[in-house]
């Protein structure tokens, strides 16, 4: 079933909400949507608190970073995560970065996000880590702030799902909103659980074929948590 423009739309503002509702954003971070009739562009709110994030806050950027808006309105700095992403990945379809805080110790320690129950078989073998300073040296602020180090990040993603943002955060893909949603708020919970199990013992974690027959069996019933997560961001709608 195909969504219309304006259902997309709207399901990206609600996607905002669910992402802060579940604690994957909180006053930062970003989700987009690839514009479904022009490959080459994608929607992501004006820099602003996704927490507040509506349809009419929505516009447009291509696959360069630069911004398309008949207002003159600012996007967040980091759009840059999104364009060169879309750009490197054609599969993908939204995109979401934020700094959801399970997943930070991962990124600064030896130890690697791994799929550990069922839920995050889409982790894969390996999580792979982005390090800032290969690209912009020992003094950045962190932030993917132009297109060089977003293409930096997005080969560093290569073909995952997820990529760990050293001393920052995170992002995540999908071929949906509701399958980028999913796995952003999976990927919270899992690195959360890894850290609880990683205190009691060793850690049996999936084998490469549990992580894809898991995910692919996930894949089908987007819809099921999407629903649920919808409803209660509906009802807290200020
Ligand atoms: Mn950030």
Same mark, same amino acid.
């Given at each position: 079933?195909?969504?219309?423009?304006?259902?997309?739309?709207?399901?990206?503002?609600?996607?905002?909400?669910?992402?802060?509702?579940?604690?994957?954003?909180?006053?930062?971070?970003?989700?987009?949507?690839?514009?479904?009739?022009?490959?080459?562009?994608?929607?992501?709110?004006?820099?602003?608190?996704? *927490?507040?994030?509506?349809?009419?806050? /929505?516009? =447009? #950027?291509?696959?360069?970073?630069? %911004?398309?808006?008949? $207002? @003159?309105?600012?996007?967040?700095?980091?759009?840059?995560?999104?364009?060169?992403?879309?750009?490197?990945?054609?599969?993908?379809?939204?995109?979401?970065?934020?700094?959801?805080?399970?997943?930070?110790?991962?990124?600064?320690?030896?130890?690697?996000?791994?799929?550990?129950?069922?839920?995050?078989?889409?982790?894969?073998?390996?999580?792979?880590?982005?390090?800032?300073?290969?690209?912009?040296?020992?003094?950045?602020?962190?932030?993917?702030? *132009?297109?060089?180090?977003?293409?930096? /990040?997005? =080969? #560093?993603?290569?073909?995952?799902? %997820?990529?760990?943002? $050293? @001393?920052?955060?995170?992002?995540?893909?999908?071929?949906?909103?509701?399958?980028?949603?999913?796995?952003?708020?999976?990927?919270?919970?899992?690195?959360?659980?890894?850290?609880?199990?990683?205190?009691?013992?060793?850690?049996?974690?999936?084998?490469?074929?549990?992580?894809?027959?898991?995910?692919?069996?996930?894949?089908?019933?987007?819809?099921?948590?999407?629903?649920?997560?919808?409803?209660?961001?509906?009802?807290?709608?200020?």
């Amino acid at each position: 079933m195909n969504k219309s423009l304006e259902e997309l739309l709207q399901d990206l503002a609600i996607a905002n909400r669910i992402l802060v509702n579940e604690g994957v954003l909180d006053g930062f971070g970003h989700i987009s949507v690839r514009h479904p009739e022009q490959a080459d562009r994608f929607f992501i709110a004006r820099s602003m608190a996704p *927490s507040l994030v509506t349809v009419d806050d /929505l516009l =447009q #950027v291509d696959l360069e970073g630069v %911004v398309h808006d008949e $207002r @003159g309105r600012r996007t967040y700095v980091e759009r840059f995560i999104h364009s060169a992403i879309y750009a490197a990945r054609p599969d993908v379809q939204s995109v979401v970065h934020s700094h959801s805080p399970s997943i930070i110790p991962f990124g600064v320690t030896g130890a690697r996000l791994r799929p550990i129950c069922h839920m995050s078989g889409f982790l894969g073998a390996v999580t792979p880590v982005y390090e800032i300073r290969h690209s912009a040296g020992e003094s950045s602020d962190l932030l993917i702030n *132009s297109q060089a180090l977003g293409r930096s /990040l997005a =080969q #560093v993603l290569g073909s995952a799902s %997820v990529a760990l943002m $050293r @001393g920052h955060g995170s992002v995540t893909v999908g071929h949906s909103i509701e399958h980028a949603v999913f796995r952003a708020i999976y990927t919270e919970k899992s690195a959360n659980l890894q850290m609880q199990a990683m205190r009691l013992g060793e850690v049996t974690f999936l084998t490469e074929g549990e992580a894809q027959a898991t995910s692919a069996m996930n894949d089908a019933h987007l819809q099921r948590p999407w629903d649920s997560w919808k409803r209660h961001a509906l009802k807290n709608w200020d």
